[in-house]
């Protein structure tokens, strides 16, 4: 063998072996976030700047001033996702940024860095739906999980069972038809005195509550049996707090919190069993911020066990939003050819999928 051809077979596999980098940003809603994610499964950094303590004097998320915050902490989120990941821009392969769903003045924020890095640098643009990053959050968790299977996304904005096909193949078995399970979480905190953000707080007072000290409705969408409703859920609660005060009668916060969240979780497992049953498979798959309550992980897992399927979900702190869940997405659709121009904008009502039949 020439001196020549070695040389090359060496550099072709030094080229192959080299792990691909992507820089991704997440600026969809409260949380300013950076992270440098290696070939879509290997966390080098993840920065994540919350505005948590700023909008809980407001008792949510004010839109301006989200998006004023995150200008202000965009750079040096980015700046400290690249040191810590031990890297400069110049390592980096491509860029990909969450362009939807989410608040447009804050999504924009993080498509306009992201395309300015872009062009600076010449490399690929990735622009990722949030949800699909949400659900990719478990091919970082588990480097061993491959499509296809069935994800419960269960966020502040959105709750989707969806059939994951394939690497950005997305069906859409059964959504929220009202609230979101996450935003019901908040409403119904905040009702009972606990504050935002809703859902840790009902999560850690429910431990010292009793979840039947109270029967709310487990609610059922009649005309697809894979959807859900959280308004109702939310309604029944404020129902009862309400007579309970018009009789002068106090009430325990904790069994409150018990006693709904036992009913949104009851939800969200009857239908995510239905799913699992529909289409047959084997692997299910938790994601998004609720999907970091205590309770749900837990009869998720037991009823996933009892039926054979194997369980997967993220750590915590990968199921509510940050920006390495947006760098493996990004990763897959990099995979499939899909890179996006400077023409790129930020989608408020990106949908996600078609219809699962
Ligand atoms: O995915 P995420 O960080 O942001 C969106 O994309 O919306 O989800 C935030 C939601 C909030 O509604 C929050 O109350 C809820 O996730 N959440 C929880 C828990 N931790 C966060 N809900 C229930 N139990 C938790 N431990
Ligand atoms: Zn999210």
């Given at each position: 063998m020439s001196e020549e051809l070695l040389e090359e077979i060496k550099q072709n596999m030094e080229e192959e072996a080299k792990e691909f980098k992507i820089l991704a940003i997440e600026t969809s809603c409260d949380e300013t976030a950076a992270a440098v994610v290696a070939d879509?499964?290997?966390?080098?950094s993840n920065v994540i700047s919350s505005q948590i303590d700023l909008h809980t004097l407001y008792g949510g998320v004010v839109p301006e001033i989200a998006s004023r915050k995150h200008i202000e902490n965009i750079n040096y989120v980015i700046k400290k996702a690249l040191a810590d990941a031990d890297c400069t821009l110049d390592d980096i392969d491509a860029i990909g940024v969450t362009y939807g769903p989410g608040l447009v003045g804050a999504l924009l924020v993080g498509v306009a860095e992201a395309k300015a890095i872009a062009f600076a640098k010449d490399i690929p643009l990735i622009g990722v739906h949030h949800i699909e990053g949400h659900i990719c959050a478990n091919f970082v968790e588990d480097p061993n999980l491959e499509p296809p299977f069935v994800c419960l996304v269960v966020s502040g904005g959105h709750t989707h069972l969806v059939v994951v096909e394939d690497y950005g193949q997305y069906k859409i078995l059964g959504r929220t038809r009202d609230d979101a399970a996450g935003e019901a979480f908040d409403k119904v905190a905040r009702a009972i005195g606990l504050g935002y953000p809703g859902g840790p707080k009902i999560d850690k007072a429910s431990q010292e509550g009793d979840p039947n000290a109270f029967e709310f409705p487990r609610a059922k969408v009649t005309d697809n049996i894979y959807d859900f409703s959280f308004s109702g859920m939310k309604s029944a609660v404020l129902n009862e707090l309400n007579a309970l005060e018009m009789k002068g009668e106090s009430y325990n916060q904790a069994d409150v919190a018990a006693s709904f969240q036992a009913a949104v979780v009851d939800t969200l497992v009857e239908r995510a069993m239905l799913a699992l049953e529909k289409t047959g498979s084997k692997k299910f798959a938790l994601a998004g911020?609720?999907?970091?309550n205590t309770l749900l992980r837990k009869r998720m897992k037991e009823e996933c066990e009892k039926r054979g399927v194997k369980f997967y979900c993220p750590a915590p702190i990968l199921c509510t939003d940050n920006a390495v869940m947006i760098g493996s997405a990004a990763y897959y659709e990099y995979k499939n050819g899909i890179t996006h121009g400077l023409d790129l904008n930020a989608i408020p009502n990106l949908k996600l999928g078609e219809r699962y039949e």
């Open positions: 879509g499964r290997k966390v080098l911020g609720v999907a970091s």
